[in-house]
């Protein structure tokens, strides 16, 4: 469990600080505690603007076919917008459902193998609305330990019976199924986990799910566009595409380059949900051109569908190299790449001597990262070229600390 002590309001007599009922700024003072507690502990966080012209090589970012600046994308964004408006708006039940949002779910769906599909205005929204809207009071939920956080807010809000299953162990998860009481039962599990980019077992835990009578719910973020015949994801590369007891969450913010997220499963659990899960009914709908450049992207993987291996190339090219300079990096599964660091502060420091030196990589720190040990973490994007891969490894091994791990 990640140690929230440096997240939690200090306990009283901690702060010497003015009284409320006579300086009504002093309701807050406990937050400069709690920013000191975060700073020593190596787990300050900042904003960076980027520029559109910046000039460092970007593998931070989740682009991982490389089409958010691809021409095909952005004019079918642009187009989007001057057909239907900046903004969708209003929630998607009222008039924040256009046909191009109709032609992206129908698209996507028939892409990944499902009945159907509902978009939502992010990956996070659409994790949220399946476990509270698939689960209640009587449902038994069985989420793996290296969740992803949308996964871990949404058993929070489902009201049901949560238990924590050891990372990727169908066998754990059978064993909690066995002794459920409950009525109903779900397992919950990322497709490729985005600290280490390793793959679930996705076909062993939908097998546990069906010998006791449980659905599967499958945040398939990091596998869509990158894992499965041409692109189309984890799911589908388990043999699961299609399933009537499985559900799947995408995002359209990695491999599709756009913004939004989509359910995908049965068309009973779609209507299920377009009824009732909260953060489709009472949130305004994905803007008309996040919509428009995810189906114009969709469309081009469909007619180009290497891209899908390439960027599986890319990363398992990275790792070799990268291990082959002495470094501890992970074996990839998908497109996420990930080194390992001494320390929060050691991987800040190296992530910034990347970045001046023209890379830019992820930083995932506590308490990103469920077991507690820093890394960077690279995207390996399908457009790079092997110059560019050569360049990053150089660019990493140079500024990486003295005291780097040995392995991963």
């Known amino acids: 469990m990640v140690n929230r002590t440096a997240f939690e309001a200090p306990e009283a007599g901690d702060i010497a600080a003015a009284d409320p009922a006579t300086d009504p700024a002093a309701v807050f003072d406990w937050l400069d505690e709690s920013a000191g507690q975060r700073a020593r502990a190596g787990l300050t966080r900042t904003l960076r603007g980027r520029p559109a012209d910046d000039p460092v090589l970007d593998l931070a970012g989740n682009d991982y076919l490389g089409l958010t600046r691809h021409p095909a994308v952005t ?7 001057l057909r239907w408006g900046a903004g969708a708006t209003g929630s998607r039940l009222v008039t924040g459902t256009t046909a191009l949002h109709t032609e992206l779910e ?16 992010s990956g996070y929204t659409a994790n949220l609305a399946a476990l509270t809207a698939l689960t209640d009071p009587d449902t038994l939920i069985v989420s793996d330990a290296y969740n992803h956080a949308s996964l871990i807010d949404g058993c929070r809000l489902a009201r049901a019976d949560v238990h924590r299953a050891p990372h990727s162990d169908p066998g754990a998860v059978a064993g909690i199924l066995a002794e459920r009481t409950h009525r109903r039962a779900l397992v919950v599990s990322d497709s490729v986990f985005s600290v280490d980019g390793n793959a679930a077992p996705l076909a062993e835990l939908a097998a546990a799910a069906r010998r006791f009578g449980a659905a599967l719910l499958v945040d398939d973020a990091h596998g869509l566009g990158v894992l499965g015949p041409g692109g189309s994801g984890a799911t589908a590369a388990a043999g699961l595409a299609g399933a009537p007891d499985v559900v799947t969450t995408v995002t359209l913010s990695k491999s599709l380059g756009s913004q939004g997220g989509a359910v995908l499963g049965p068309r009973r659990v779609i209507r299920h949900l377009t009824e009732t899960a909260r953060t489709f009914i009472f949130d305004t709908g994905l803007a008309p051109a996040a919509a428009g450049a995810a189906l114009g992207a969709l469309r081009l993987l469909r007619a180009e569908p290497h891209r899908a291996e390439r960027a599986r190339e890319v990363a398992r090219a990275l790792a070799a190299r990268l291990t082959a300079a002495g470094l501890p990096a992970s074996a990839p599964d998908a497109a996420v790449v990930s080194v390992r660091a001494p320390g929060p502060e050691a991987a800040v420091a190296w992530a910034a001597d990347c970045r001046r030196a023209g890379l830019a990589v992820g930083c995932f720190r506590p308490p990103s990262v469920p077991d507690g040990v820093s890394r960077l973490r690279l995207t390996a994007r399908g457009d790079l070229t092997d110059d560019q891969i050569a360049d990053a490894v150089r660019i990493i091994a140079a500024t990486a600390p003295a005291d780097a791990p040995d392995r991963p």
Do not use: H, I, T
């Not at 769906?109 to 939502?120: H, K, Q």
């Open 75 to 81: 004019r079918a964004a642009a187009d989007a917008a």
């Open 106 to 121: 129908e698209e996507l769906a028939a892409f990944c193998g499902a009945e159907a599909a509902l978009v939502f205005s």
